[in-house]
Every structure is written in C-alpha cells, then in structure tokens.
C-alpha cells in the first residue's frame, strides 16, 4: 500500500519493482492502473492524447480504415485507439490490465473501439492475420527482453494479408549490452525493430528521431507491410 502523500512517481516505480521482483514481469501493469485510479500513483505513459508521432504517421499515409479492421496493442487508456477508430477502421484495443481496459472505456463512453482485456503473449486464435493495421506502441519494451522475442513474433502474427504494422518505440544502441538496461523499460536495439519482419512481412520503412521532451532519448518508428 502506498504510504500517505507519497510522491505518485515514487509508487509507480516502486509498483513495478516489486512485481519484477517477484518474477511476475506483467502484473505491476494493473496494480499501477489501480493505484493512479485512487491517485496514489501516475501512469507515466498517460498522455490524454494520441501518441504524437502516431498522429504524424497518420497525418503523412492518410489511411482510410472504411471496412478494415485495426488491433491496438497495449491500448492502455485508449488515447490511440480512438483515434484509429476515428479513422473508419474497425478497432479492437486490448491490454493485459483489466483497470487499463475499464479506464479507457470510462474515458471514451462513445467510443466506436472495442476495449478488450488480453495477454499479448497468448492472444485470442481468431486474431491470427486478422487486422489490416496493427499499433505496437511502447508494449514490447514494457517487458523484461527475455519476453520481447515472443512478444515480437505475436505482434507480427496479427497482421492480415496486405495489411501494416506500425511499431513506434524507445530505441537503444546495439553496443548496450542487455545486462546493462536497467528496466522497465527496456529500449529496442534496431536489431529487434528488424526482427519484426518475416519473410512476407517486410520493413518498409525506418525512421529514428528525438523525443521532443528529451532529446537524448531516440525513437523508432517502423512500418511494415504484410505480402
Ligand atoms: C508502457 S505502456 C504503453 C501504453 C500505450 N501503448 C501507450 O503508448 O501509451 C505498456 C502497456 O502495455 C500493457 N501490457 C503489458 N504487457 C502486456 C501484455 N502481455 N499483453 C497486453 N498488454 C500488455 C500494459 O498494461 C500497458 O498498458
């Protein structure tokens, strides 16, 4: 329990401590959810919008989601999925915490997304290649970088036929060893941006830039078209 006017920082980061701690490496996500929903912590990713290089993304490709279907990984409060959903496409969004899930739905009370609770590590059989855009957006790196491999492969196996993926992520340099990447989170090397792609599932673009807010942190954004 947090202690009375403990700094919301301070909890949050000493929520996923404990939970790492205890080698439960995903349930810190709804205690966190919890805890903020009772103001005793800050769910440091809550935006209130759209991520900003998602709204870039969209400002530049100009997807039309009439009768397509879109799945938003790790949806959180649902800022992203609204604005797919608003886009046309047939939005399902799905986190592995249940609070996330209810917070988004109180949130976005007219959403036309559908919120869902699901573990990207063991999704639902009828999702397999069925979204014509799927959203990966800070989800793999929440997770400790033994997950990320499988985490990866399920991301990419959502796609559909002739759909995208879009993967925007912290980026760390190859010569960081693993060992030395105090998490979460858990930054993504380029080679694991590039290990999102298959065989029939190519990178077709690539861009690294700066945060606005921290300059010394870079970003990926990388595109993915399904053959
Ligand atoms: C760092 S947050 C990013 C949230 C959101 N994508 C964003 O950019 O604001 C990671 C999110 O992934 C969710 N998450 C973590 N592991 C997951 C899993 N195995 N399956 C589904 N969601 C997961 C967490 O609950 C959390 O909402």
Redesign the pocket.
């Known amino acids: 329990m947090p202690e009375p006017h403990e700094d919301p920082d301070v909890v949050s980061r000493r929520i996923a401590r404990e939970s790492l701690s205890q080698d439960d ?2 349930g810190w ?2 205690r ?2 919890a805890a903020a929903e009772d103001g005793a912590a800050v ?5 209130g919008t759209a ?1 900003p290089m998602l709204i870039e993304w969209v400002d530049e490709s100009h997807p039309d989601g009439t009768g397509k279907t879109a799945l ?6 649902g ?2 999925a609204e604005l797919i959903a608003d886009l046309g496409y047939e939005t399902t969004a ?4 249940p609070t ?1 899930v209810q917070t988004a739905r109180r949130n976005h009370p007219d959403s036309k997304a559908q919120y869902v609770t ?4 063991a ?1 639902p059989a009828e999702w397999h290649r069925a979204y014509d855009l799927v959203v ?4 793999v ?3 400790p970088i033994d ?1 990320q491999p499988a ?1 990866i492969k399920q991301v990419g196996e959502q796609v559909a036929p002739d759909g995208t993926l879009l993967v ?1 992520a912290a980026s760390r340099p190859d010569d960081v060893p693993d060992s030395e990447v105090e998490g ?2 858990w930054p993504l090397t380029r080679a694991a941006i590039q290990s999102f792609s298959t065989p029939d599932l190519r990178l077709i673009q690539l861009d690294q830039s700066p945060s606005p807010v921290d300059p010394t942190i870079l970003r990926w954004r990388a595109e993915y078209l399904r053959d």
């Open positions: 490496p995903t996500f709804d966190l959810y769910v440091p990713w809550d935006r991520h938003i990984v790790g949806a959180g409060t800022w992203d799905f986190d592995i915490s996330a699901a573990d990207l590590l999704p990966e957006i800070y989800t790196q929440a997770l997950l985490a925007i979460p989170p």
